[in-house]
């Protein structure tokens, strides 16, 4: 293994050297601390956060795998940088959830990766097991009134607020604890959810110094007293310690790709309840010191693209220059009807071969996903992420859709296969498009709309819905989110990523129906109001065959088997 | 924070410049892949680590707050390095269980601490979030046949292996998983642990290279199938991937005390349902590196000290030239009779106050634990650790009756208010009484004896008791343990810190009482067979003013609070 210099890559981005921290072989930390804290004046003015360029890579509606977009921001970062452009890839730390279930890990793939792999994919720096103490210590301070007298007087059926594990572990997402009499706490039902969902990690992701996280954590609402008034975690005095156990996760992660470009690795929250973007100050260390910054949004336009838009870049005080749809003709296919996918199965191997009529048909998502980015107002670009088996006819057909659709231009990429060489087209076009805009972005929704405003313009504008329904149960928790302050916060929808629509059948661009929200939640730390469609499952359970068995260690100390 | 610097100490270790890592300021980890791989000869006969001053530190049966070991052997590491002996102190990595809780946290205390305290207390480099995910990974593996057909016929009764998490959680003791219908496997009953408690702490602790670990982790028994064979980590295929998880874990961690003193802290195996000492490869990079090696052991020689010798000792292929025993006036008062503690109850402060007549009835366990240490062939100096209250007259007593029972002599020390000064006296004492032992252990009991006989040795010869008896669950269990292979294994008692016995209200020197075997669990992977006495809890619970509420972060990102 080469161990890149971190130290002369941080150096690069502005980096005092005694912000700099290795944290192992392979990576290290930024203490950002040498940048303006907001209160002193850090916002879209400031002259280097605003005169970099920023990439948002986003994709299409995906296929189970996924359709590249990791790869696609790594390669296309290298790709820019070759071209003579300072440029960082910003991109989410990977839960171990999907890295020993199905999906494998989030370190990019073939020659557009992370190194080292294992690193990335097992631990990194330990920021998601930071989250997930942090969390459990309040879950644990909560039940832990129940021992004491309940001094607060909480309702113990009143409190939402799960306990956490990185890992897919079905049997844990509804169990009743405290049970074995006085000593060990009051029996009740209650879930655990894996730590990336956890809203301290959104917190993580979001905050903009110190102050702001503590703020964030102590604001957290954990359930209701007797009389239903919230609990925080600052009224059960944990919001400190949970701090405290934040120190140093706040870092921004440093590591580097495969070419040596510099990758900011940092937060990893969910793109369905959470908002499923890299952190906010991961991305102004990046924007701080480089020429170009790549980021990286979870699932598709419609999830973690919109939330981008939405939640994160209000907080970061500036959007992007361009974002770039990430499109495969497989998926394409798919949407075009050719067959269906199924998560947690196998994709179809007729999804594999070459099929225009059915690409034709599907890029009827393509269309609607640059549609909805060009509405706020930002160029898109759309990278076409190519494989060997794909014909000259389905990118033809899918370069004159994206164009006609608005998009600047579609561009045929080979990083998997070629690293930064595969990108370098792509690259070029990017740097041609993002010219032509300031990183404006045109909101989707006003702040002081009212919710019920925020979700129809999401879904009737978004998904093609042609208004939304409220279920009871959805009306009754829009009342207690309001109450705890939910109004003029944004929204984060937590749909299916399968679909634009609500439904994981519905392909294509689905229209005229009706996007039912099932529930609503306030996420009073975070700062945004999480509106369900369905059941959004925040613990995924293991498959027959777990990619954890074909992963081993060698006597001499080497990771196999790591994707 | 002044930050020492962590390579020239590795350095003056021996340790080659690409072995050592930085992981964040303060810290940092040592590849131990350029010591020899101990099939490759590594053993009591080598040179460097047999010829090294091995320094036990022990205690006497303590009071709930603990008599100031890790303090002591924090002191006495930094006086021998001022004598001009290049010392190393290697220590348990705290569990955040008991820095959230009562005890507050693991770095020492006064002027004899591990720097930086917070960095110490919280996370470290991570090594016991490293267990708990491959601990859960397992657990998560068993559960996950259920949902697949159960190809290996798994028993979903005979399952006896928990979850774990890093915190005091006292509603997971007891809990039903697997509820809410078919998709979430099937409900059971199982249980929570705290993670240093994990058979997998036990194993990282032990392990003596990365084939050793990846053996013991393979090892591990979870349950049986309908036929009662016996189902492994290997058997679930998981074993691999625990091991990648726990890569860099192993390597064990460098820091340094107050004083500049290198202290490596590494594993955190419990001292009563495990082993409780430092980690076999921690103490092996030490004793291969520096002159002397201090080393501690959890709870009272009884517990931690005895495993030392019987259990870690063995693979480690020495022993050490002195034990160091820990005494204060406050427990032996105590002992004496003065006051009754109990754990997560403050004090009482009349144990503050000299009081010569029950100091000297107290000595009683003094003389037991003195007697004890002295069978396994080893020179015994005490250390009075002393507090501003105590008397020359209470010293004077301890000492006559610690000289009396065989120890080479007793010394009063201050490090906790004056640093290495305070134990100057004390290494003086130890280095001269070193001299003349040179690490061998006289054991116990052979390994070929029977596990009955193992016990009622222990039981007999160490705690006082007439006999073990042995409840019917005992001797069912036993049945079992025999069969996984146990009898050749040593024998680790599970049972209080807080007497000799196996009832934590019998002080001072209790004789004559039968003591109780309630059951036995043979530990596969970790080598080594649990003997419980009563119920041993494995998850504590937060008091009614838990730690945590004082612990805060500073807007510029300091940790307040953390002692």
Known sequence: MTLIDLESLARSLGVPSDRFHRFGPGRGKIDPRYLPSPSLGLSPDDSKVSSALYVLVTGMTPTPLGEGKTTTSIGLSMALNRLGLRTVVTIRQPSMGPVFGIKGGGAGGGRSTIEPMDVLNLH????????????????????NEFSHSNPLRIDPLSINYPRV????????????????????????????????????MAILALAKDYSDLSGRLSKITVGANVDGTPVTARDLGVDGAMAALLREAFWPNLMATCEGTPAIVHGSPFANIAHGNSSVIGDWVALSGAQCVVTEAGF?????????????????????????????????RMHGGLAETTAGKPIPEILDSPHPESVDRGCANLRRQIENIRSFGVPVVVAINSHPQDSQEEWDIIRR????????????????RDGSE?????????????????????????????????????????YGAKMASWSDRARKSLVVAKSL???????????????????????????????????????????????YAGDVQTMPGLPSRPAFRKIDLSPDGITRGMT
Chains 1, 2 share one sequence.
């Open 165 to 200: 594990v990185d890992l897919n572990d079905r049997p844990l997402r509804k169990v009743v604890i405290g049970l074995g009499g006085r000593a060990n706490g009051i029996p009740r039902e209650t879930e655990f959810s894996i730590a990336v969902s956890s809203e301290v």
């Open 422 to 462: 595969g990108a370098l087209a792509l690259a070029r076009v990017v740097m041609e498009t993002a010219k032509h805009h300031n990183g404006q972005v045109t909101p989707l929704y006003r702040r002081e709309d009212s919710l019920e405003d925020k979700v129809t313009r999401i879904v009737t504008t978004m």
């Open 485 to 531: 302050g939910a109004e003029t916060m944004p929204v984060c929808i937590a749909k299916t990523w399968a679909s634009l629509s609500h439904d994981p059948a519905l392909k294509g661009d689905p229209r005229g129906y009706v996007f039912p929200v099932t529930d609503v939640r306030a996420f009073t730390g975070a700062g945004f109001v999480t509106v």
């Open 300 to 332: 598709g336009a419609d999830l973690g693209g919109e939330k981008f838009f939405d939640i994160k870049s209000p907080i970061l005080g500036r959007g992007p220059n361009v974002a770039v749809l990430v499109a495969t003709a497989k998926s394409l």
């Open 401 to 416: 859709h994206a164009i006609d659709a608005g998009a600047s231009d579609a561009v045929v990429c080979s990083h998997f």
């Open 124 to 143: 990194l720096t330990g920021d998601i097991h930071a989250v997930s103490s942090a969390h459990n210590l309040l879950a644990s301070a909560i039940d």
